[in-house]
């Protein structure tokens, strides 16, 4: 059984950090493309970032976060983290890990196969 469980969201002020984890279980953790989604409130679920698996490098952020969060993983902790700075109001948001068959890099959901439950960020002004 396939399983993704999302961690270290919570409450903070604007311009604060938090680092969410997410821990998969029930796959080859290390050949999966993972990546991080998030919905705001009354707003469609949007893609924030993504990291390879197997033996590529790159990583991808969304321009709205792109200088501020980092996508990194840990293959011996089957783990995948998504560091955020410099929050903003309009981060909050749920925000969700998911796992990925295709290797090269996507945005689209589609292509996303297993899903986290998520975990809730909000952010004071």
């Known amino acids: 059984q396939v399983q993704l469980v999302e961690s270290g969201g919570g409450l903070v002020q604007a311009g604060g950090s938090l680092r969410l984890s997410c821990l998969v279980s029930g796959l080859t953790f290390n050949t999966y493309t993972m990546g991080w989604f998030r919905r705001a409130p009354g707003k469609e679920r949007e893609f924030v970032a993504a990291?390879?698996?197997?033996?590529?490098?790159?990583?991808r952020e969304a321009d709205s976060v792109k200088g501020r969060f980092i996508i990194s993983r840990d293959n011996a902790k089957n783990t995948v983290y998504l560091q955020m700075n410099n929050l903003k109001p309009d981060d909050t948001a749920v925000y969700y890990c998911?796992?990925?068959?295709?290797?090269?890099?996507?945005?689209?959901?589609?292509?996303?196969?297993?899903w986290g439950q998520g975990t809730q960020v909000t952010i004071s002004s």
């Open positions: 990291i390879s698996g197997g033996t590529l490098n790159w990583t």
């Open positions: 998911a796992a990925s068959w295709l290797w090269s890099y996507s945005p689209a959901e589609r292509h996303y196969s297993n």
